[in-house]
């Protein structure tokens, strides 16, 4: 399984061509954008499904995944934890946490 993860900035609409072409399994984007501002323009490397958290339109957590790999909340997600998302990755024995450490996290 190929899992990249990327902080991008903002604006990923006009970057993601160059991530997408390393042809990723699991994409985790930080500062990704609300997915009303997304547009795949090749159909071929269109992710099977994604989530978005955020509370910023312009700046939340993404993840994409590719081929054969379902995404899904934990059951035990809770809203009020902002730098905890848990994600269930199906077709494969393994969970993973991604974690969106958010400004007031890093000074």
Not at 63 to 77: A, D, P, R, T, V
Request: hydrophobic share 40%.
């Amino acid at each position: 399984m190929k899992l990249i993860t990327w902080n991008c900035q903002g604006a990923f609409r006009k970057k993601a061509e160059h991530i997408l072409n390393l042809n990723p399994d699991i994409l985790v984007v930080q500062e990704c954008e609300s997915p009303e501002k997304l547009i795949f323009k090749n159909p071929v490397i269109k992710p099977k499904n994604f989530l978005w958290f955020g509370i910023n339109q312009n700046k939340g957590l993404a993840i994409f995944s590719f081929g054969n790999y379902k995404l899904e909340l934990f059951e035990q997600y809770n809203p009020e934890f902002k730098i905890v998302t848990p994600i269930k990755v199906s077709n494969i024995k393994n969970s993973f946490v991604f974690c969106n450490l958010g400004e007031q996290y890093t000074r």
